[in-house]
């Protein structure tokens, strides 16, 4: 499971790379260093999504971690591969979800002036601020779903590696907590 989820972690970082990348490379060789307001709330999707997906994959692996070292003889039976895809999925469609929300709120406002970003790489801020609307709701809205949809997966990180850590300390023998936290 743990080379599963690595290996979504490593597709993600690549995807992430490629979400703003061509466009840095673009403003590097034409010296423009704008960014329509429509490409910025692409990239924004796409980064934002891939960012949030990023907290949920780090969140199953330390379960992961949780698993196989506080409960070493139930892993197999708790991280089956079934279970293993469903932590893997589910971290995709949250990022989705999360990216999507935000994204549908933040079309909605109106533009004005000549819908351009001076940057190459887009933050939802500088895109509010060229906004004509009301933005102060848009601010709300992006803390409470930064809140809801990356509070949970830290928690969970959280309370996984102080489980472990309780866990490894209580090993007896020396070399037992080496190799316990050799696999932490």
């Given amino acids: 499971p743990m080379y599963f989820l690595l290996g979504n972690l490593s597709y993600l970082e690549t995807c992430y790379t490629s979400a703003f990348l061509p466009r840095l490379l673009a403003s590097l060789l034409t010296g ?18 891939l960012a949030a997906t990023e907290c949920y994959l780090l969140a199953a692996m330390s379960y992961d971690r949780y698993l196989a070292i506080c409960k070493p003889l139930h892993y197999s039976t708790l ?34 002036g000549p ?13 509010m601020e060229v906004s004509c ?20 997966p830290f928690l969970l990180t959280l309370t996984s590696y102080v ?14 907590r080496q190799k316990a936290f050799s696999t932490a």
């Fill in 79 to 112: 991280m089956n591969n079934r279970f293993c895809l469903q932590l893997a999925a589910g971290s995709w469609l949250n990022g989705c979800l999360a990216s999507t929300v935000f994204i549908l709120f933040i079309s909605q406002l109106i533009f004005c």
């Fill in 163 to 176: 489980f472990i850590l309780a866990s490894t300390l209580r090993i007896p023998s020396t070399t037992g």
């Fill in 32 to 49: 423009d260093r704008t960014i329509s307001v429509n490409g910025c709330i692409t990239q924004l999707y796409f980064s934002g999504s």
């Fill in 115 to 127: 819908n351009e970003i001076d940057h190459f790489y887009c933050d939802p801020i500088p895109l």
């Fill in 133 to 152: 609307s009301d933005i102060h709701l848009s601010i709300l809205v992006d803390f409470v779903i930064v809140s809801i949809f990356t509070l949970p």
